[in-house]
């Protein structure tokens, strides 16, 4: 299947990114030359979901194009790539790094961002480390979508002019990556929370009813209860000995602190601390969640009977009796079901903050 996306700028190499429809003449911009030599300008692919949150995304981006252009044009060579489809924004991130872009942005939800990670790496290595010319090629988040939960952990307003700003600066730092195995298959990479049974499974419904925003995640939690059972789980934790959980309704693994619509579900986590923060919530009945809602929202619910936290590198989880009927998600993306291994993978991926 042949993908287009939209060039605004071409980049240095013989760029990926091929001209379906030139956007406004002023965004056009060739590398200054200079006694002859060229001057290095960078090279920014902004990955755009522009059917994000019911098609409020790709609206939203073509109303900042203006100010990205007064505060990035002059420096930079800006390429715009629209994603037609799923998995198109892991493709173009590769493509993009391997034509030594300075950095990719992801321009909408967490489900682009988890996307543009995941085009980070390939083979089960970073795409950079099989390119004998090695270069680093920054992350960017650009919050547009239903839900922004990544850039919660930093302080982050929900303002894209703010994040434009942010990329102007060049500021970077090193973050952590989650790292997820299961039996047999590609790697699969997370940035933000990944979750087991009951929160995966309201996730899962949850994405279907994406038309109505934040409200989408209460009804998944609804469908989700339905039928619920709490399971007994065997975990391994830092490769130490097999450990049983009893009667597990949810667990989360935060590389980063929210999801769900601004859950602080791992309050401790951060994503450069070079370890998760596994969270464990055991024997919740439907009216344990109405009681104690606002104690997940504001990150206070460590204290509540049933509830535990630890900080680990490298979480094993498989059912004592396998059923295959546990889910699994990572940043709102539904990856299957159990056993899985999460590792994480310190300083990964370098990041515009």
Not at 60 to 79: M, Q, V, Y
Not at 106 to 118: F, I, K
Not at 326 to 351: C, H, N, T, W
């Amino acid at each position: 299947m042949i993908s287009f996306v939209v060039a605004i700028v071409p980049m240095a190499k013989p760029s990926f990114i091929r001209a379906e429809q030139p956007l406004a003449p002023d965004l056009a911009s060739d590398r200054a030359i200079s006694g002859g030599a060229t001057s290095r300008r960078r090279d920014i692919v902004f990955v755009v979901n522009p059917r994000g949150a019911n098609g409020r995304t790709g609206k939203e981006w073509k109303k900042l194009l203006p100010f990205l252009r007064s505060r990035l044009g002059s420096d930079c060579n800006i390429c715009e790539s629209l994603t037609s489809g799923p998995c198109h924004a892991i493709d173009i991130t590769r493509e993009a790094i391997r034509d030594g872009a300075d950095a990719v942005v992801a321009v909408g939800g967490d489900g682009t961002l988890h996307e543009v990670v995941n085009g980070f790496f390939w083979g089960g290595k970073p795409v950079s480390s099989h390119d004998q010319d090695a270069h680093t090629t920054a992350l960017g988040l650009i919050p547009l979508g239903t839900g922004s939960d990544f850039a919660r952990t930093f302080g982050w307003k929900n303002d894209p002019h703010d994040a434009i700003e942010r990329i102007s600066k060049g500021m970077r730092s090193r973050i952590d990556v989650g790292v997820i195995n299961g039996e047999g298959g590609e790697p699969h990479y997370f940035i933000n929370v990944a979750d087991v049974h009951l929160s995966a499974k309201a996730g899962y419904y949850a994405s279907r009813y994406k038309k109505f925003g934040n409200l989408c995640y209460v009804i998944g939690a609804l469908q989700a209860f339905f039928r619920h059972q709490n399971q007994d789980l065997r975990i391994k934790v830092d490769n130490g000995d097999w450990e049983v959980y009893s009667q597990v309704t949810a667990l989360c693994i935060g590389n980063a602190k929210y999801f769900g619509g601004g859950m602080k579900i791992t309050p401790n986590a951060h994503p450069s601390s070079t370890n998760f923060e596994m969270v464990v919530l055991q024997d919740f009945k439907w009216y344990d969640f109405v009681l104690k809602m606002h104690k997940l929202y504001n990150g206070t619910h460590l204290s509540v009977k049933n509830v535990s936290s630890r900080s680990a590198s490298s979480i094993e989880i498989e059912e004592i009796v396998r059923s295959d009927s546990i889910f699994v998600q990572s940043d709102g993306e539904y990856l299957g079901f159990l056993p899985r291994k999460f590792s994480i993978l310190p300083g990964a991926i370098e990041m515009i903050c």
